[in-house]
Every structure is written in structure tokens, then in C-alpha cells.
């Protein structure tokens, strides 16, 4: 995180389950793994203790929800003004309720998806992040159908 007054701190998470592993497939370690080695020829900063960060910026600092929020809504901006149908307002919030949606629709285990968005509640992961789609749900009438 990033404050105007402390600057950069680590805020750690709100509940315990907030911390956990995440499983990632082998394409995505790969794609890290190609990140990474660029990034070790910089000299990084420490942060309450921690430092190698993976995604940092050109002042090799690490990239906060604030600078993803602006070139998220800079984009928007830009696609909005050449483009008839506008996109709405994109934040990296949306996209956990995307993600979470994505997986629901893939038929994810309820209680695993719940662990992988580090709710302490069933409800949150089902109630508020996941959200149906009409097209969706046509496609679960068909498949059930058959």
C-alpha cells in the first residue's frame, strides 16, 4: 500500500484467511519465472521487511492498486472515445468479481473458491462476489437438458 503521509507499508491481510497458498498452473509459474529474472538485476527496496517484489516500477518500487486503477480507467477513457458501445468503469476490484464469476461458471467446488478469494464466509464468495448472467444461465438449462 501506499500512503501520501507514511509513504509505502505493508498492510497485512484482515483475516487469517486472507493468507493462503495459491495454486497456479504451470504457464503461469513460467510466466513468472520470465518476470523474475529481469528483476533481480535491480536493486529493490525493503518494505517493512519484505522486498523482491514481483511487479514493480520504474523507480522499482511496487506497483499499488492505485496505479492499476489509473491505467485501468486511462484505457476505459481512451476505448470509450473511439468505440460506440462503452465500456463501464473497470477497478482491479472488478476483476476479483470476475475472476470469482469465471470460476463459479466453471463448476469450482463452492468451499475451495471460498478459500482461493480468502473469504471467512460461504455467503461473501456466493452472494457478493459471484453474479449470474442471462447467457449463463441459458447455458446451464442446456447442459442440464441433454
Keep these: 500500500m501506499r500512503n501520501k503521509e507514511v509513504g509505502y ?18 504457464k503461469t509459474c ?8 529481469r ?3 535491480v536493486n529493490y527496496i525493503e518494505i517493512d521487511g519484505y522486498s523482491n517484489f514481483l511487479f514493480i516500477n520504474e523507480k522499482v518500487y511496487p506497483m499499488t492498486n492505485a496505479y492499476y486503477t489509473g491505467a485501468f480507467s486511462n484505457l476505459t ?18 476483476l476479483r468479481h470476475t475472476f470469482c464469476t469465471r470460476l463459479t461458471n ?3 467446488n463452492p468451499k475451495s473458491l471460498q478459500y482461493i478469494m ?14 449470474a448472467s442471462i447467457d449463463g444461465i441459458k447455458e446451464e438449462m442446456r447442459s442440464l437438458m441433454i
Design 9 to 26: 507499508y505493508i498492510e497485512i491481510p484482515k483475516t487469517k484467511s486472507g493468507t493462503r497458498y495459491i495454486p497456479m498452473s504451470d
Design 30 to 37: 513460467k510466466a513468472f519465472k520470465r518476470v523474475m529474472p
Design 39 to 41: 528483476n533481480q538485476k
Design 77 to 94: 477513457k481512451k476505448y470509450n472515445k473511439y468505440q460506440e458501445n462503452e465500456l463501464p468503469k473497470i477497478t482491479p476490484h472488478i
Design 106 to 108: 466453471k463448476n469450482m
Design 118 to 131: 480468502g473469504h471467512s464466509n460461504i455467503n461473501i464468495t456466493l452472494n457478493l462476489y459471484t453474479h
